[in-house]
């Protein structure tokens, strides 16, 4: 800002400097009309810093003109600094933008995509004009920016739009300052633009206009791939039983339920139940997948979402999307374009090999995607945003955290739900979604997507923080490089730190970490735990008692089997006639060997092979077609009406443990009284909570700690989230959640970021 008590000359000069999200969201355009608005001349260009400009006026209209691009900044703009300087005068008159600079370092940021504004739409359904129905229309408010980026400064020529030339309209638009396309990048029109296509799995054209073709194919009950703006969808009629079931078979997706995409709000209202929250959500700029309860008279098909109470539900988010939405008129699936556990296909030659034994047709366009980027996921707790997986609309918009990164840092991230970041400065970069790191096609992403990330933000990583489990191939990654100084990062450590400079928190703080398995310090298999921690350092304080999981990996896939682990330990040879026994009488012995001889079977202390276990029990879940699905079968059965918990057994002592199998044993007492299934998954849940509160208690008498961090993937389930913060605020607790980055895996590299930066930062 200018200073006000500094005397200026009746006409002087000032150079600025604006940073923050402040490319590809009309702001040159928008200090083009300031200028005007206030009468001062000079001109606006972009570099790799962001926004420079060097205006000449009068001091007091100089002075308003700097308040104003604060205050009225674009919507879309994020303002982080605005700097000056004064300069000579020059006697310049006129305002104008100049062209980009280039320079070494990069501090620009580049926006997310952003979803069909309002005034675009208008003109792709308009009676008539030149964009009618084009579904490439876009503005300075609107479109793709992170998907097509190729470098920066974002212009035109680093963007994959590069190769399509500006017809005289479109350059007239572009040039105009009283046009809302002043100086939008993707700009296009029929005459100069990208054009869609329709083709059978044969590579053969169809005839007839893409759109109508592709829509009367999925009223058919075909499959059809969608060129996408961050990658392919695959596509078929959401009450269409026989397609969608289809669509699982080809996509070798067994259970695990599919987005459904309405073209409106009043769709999605037949479908869901909707709270304000939940609106704004699905109608905003970002256009997430959110996950929202199912009404008993939703006309989608059963194979859509296999006993699920809750819907994933998506409005179009492009102009491609809104002309299918409208033209088929019902709810559409619409799904990855890959095989399940591969990335994303966002390239054109690559899409059609994986997808045509998939997919009966496939709506092509030629604008290259240059960045894979999956849709992203929320849920709404207590009406604040709960991410399970952030990505397009989201990434790559930064994350400002209270941590200084000194040195440039790159954070690799776990191994399922994998992101990684980069990080520099107070700024950390989190990178879309790139899924399970099990093999060549996902590894490739994770390693193409950080050599994107470090050029497009200049950052050199001086350090390279990484999960402690040696056979991640994230962590064999961060140790194969060589070229920068490694840091290991404890699993749940870091899911506690996630969770803190998600709300801007140094601890110390009791953290709750549950999910899956992460790697111990102790060599063991963590993943119920309670850590006194902070940013620095952690005191595993508690967790849940250890059990063996029989076959290793085995029990991962196959619940059954820490079903039998959790029996053999509370019943011996006397364990109950289960129906879950009785599933299984050929195995069971030489599974319960395997748990009593330590023999293949690796001590753990997860929540989520609890959870496992439970399920297998109550809800016959033996087998898991994708990871978590067990432990959400039993949320998806409790019944939330139910108050009632088993007691669970929290041991005193350094550390702590909790029993869990206090709550098989509560679960099979149930089932052998005639207990129906909701009640006992509800009892689990309760009881569980309870327990974990009860240890939050006992921790905060010990050490005076009053605030709690929760994290882990375990806090994706909403009935135990819901519990658990309720009954900590009801002992005073300040309780910390997820909001910016997922609880799960997904959000592990923020956590390793910021424990690395503030290990080195410490004396």
Known sequence: MIDPGVELPARTRIRIRVEGTVQGVGF???????????????????????????????????AAFVGALERRAPPLAVVERVTTEPIPAVGERGFRIAPSEDAEARRALVPPDLATCEDCLAEVFAPSGRRRHYAFTNCTGCGPRFTIVTGVPYDRAATTMAGFALCDDCAGE????????????????????????????????????????????????????????????????????????????????????FAVMVPDLDAARTLVGLEEAAERLLSGTRRPIVLLPRRLDARVAQAVAPGARHLGIMLPYTPLHHLLARRVARPIVLTSGNVSDEPIAHRDEDAVTRLSGIADGFLLHDRPIHVRADDSVVRLFRGRELPLRRSRGYVPSPLTV???????????????????????????????????????????S?????????????????????????????TKYALERGDAETAAVQHHHAHIASCLADNGHDGPVIGIALDGLGYGDDGTLWGGELLVAD???????????????????????????????????????????????????DQWASVTTLARTRTNAPSTSSAGRLFDAVSAIVCGRDTAAYEGQAAIELEQRADTGERGGYAMTVTDGAPLLLRGTDLVRGAVDDLASGVGPGRIAARFHNGLAFALVRAACALRDRTGLRVAALSGGVFQNMILLERVVTGLERENFTVLVHSRVPPNDGGICLGQAVVAATRLATP
């Open 446 to 474: 994770f390693t193409e997507g950080i050599e994107h990330f470090c050029r497009l933000f200049g950052v050199r990583p001086q350090i390279i923080a990484h999960d402690l489990h040696p056979d991640y191939l994230s």
């Open 174 to 257: 572009y040039k105009d300052p009283e046009d809302r396309r002043f100086h939008a990048q993707p700009v296009c029109c029929p005459a100069c633009g990208p054009a869609l296509r329709f083709h059978g799995p044969n590579g053969r054209p169809v005839r007839g206009e893409p759109v109508e073709v592709a829509a009367r194919w999925l009223r058919q009950g075909r499959i059809v791939a969608v060129k996408g703006l961050g990658g392919y969808h695959l596509a078929v009629l959401a009450d269409h039983e026989a397609a969608v079931t289809a669509l699982r078979d080809r996509k070798h997706r067994e259970a695990k339920p």
């Open 28 to 62: 040159r355009p928008f200090v083009y009309a300031l200028a005007a608005e206030h009468g001062v001349a000079g001109f606006v260009g972009n570099d790799c810093g962001g926004v420079f400009a060097e205006v000449e006026g009068d001091p007091p209209a100089l």
């Open 402 to 444: 209270r941590t200084r990164f000194a040195r440039p840092l790159l954070a690799c991230g776990a191994e399922l739900k994998n992101t990684f970041c980069v990080a520099s400065g107070d700024r950390v970069f989190l990178s879309p979604h790139i899924g399970d790191l099990e093999n060549y096609e996902t590894l490739r």
């Open 535 to 585: 940013l620095a350092g952690y005191e595993r304080a508690g967790h849940l008692e250890t059990v063996p999981m029989p076959g290793g990996a085995a029990a991962v896939r196959e619940p059954w089997r820490m079903a039998a682990a959790h029996l053999d330990a509370l019943y011996g040879d006397d364990v109950p006639d289960l129906a879950v026994v009785r599933r299984h009488p």
